[in-house]
Nanobody, 124 residues
């Protein structure tokens, strides 16, 4: 069964850090582009980071650039989130698409497989 399972969400104070994980079952992530998305209440799901399969190319949306870091270790994807702000509060999703392109995209309709999401709350 193809599956992505996120973990690591929770509640943190502003300025704090969290590391989200996304474990892939029955995928070889070496052949997949990876992205993290988030969706806040009443808002559209937005792409915040992506990692190309082979080149190591990464991209970040402006609101998280310099604070979030995407990485992969074998079949687990991570999103290190530092200097968290209240506006980072959302449900976070990982997603993958089969792609060996040297660059990645953060458009949600490009991704085929999704995790169930993990809640992040940034509040004092």
């Amino acid at each position: 069964q193809l599956q992505l399972v996120e973990s690591g969400g929770g509640k943190v104070q502003p300025g704090g850090s969290l590391r989200l994980s996304c474990a892939a079952s029955n995928f070889n992530l070496a052949y997949y582009a990876i992205a993290w998305f988030r969706q806040a209440p009443g808002k559209v799901r937005e792409g915040i980071s992506c990692l190309a399969a082979d080149s190591g190319f990464t991209n970040y949306t402006d609101s998280v650039k310099g604070r979030f870091t995407i990485s992969r270790d074998k079949n687990t994807v991570y999103l290190q989130m530092d200097s968290l702000k209240p506006e980072d509060t959302a449900v976070y999703y990982c997603a993958i698409r089969y792609s060996l392109r040297a660059v990645c995209v953060m458009d949600r309709w490009e991704y085929e497989y999704w995790g169930q999401g993990t809640q992040v709350v940034v509040s004092s």
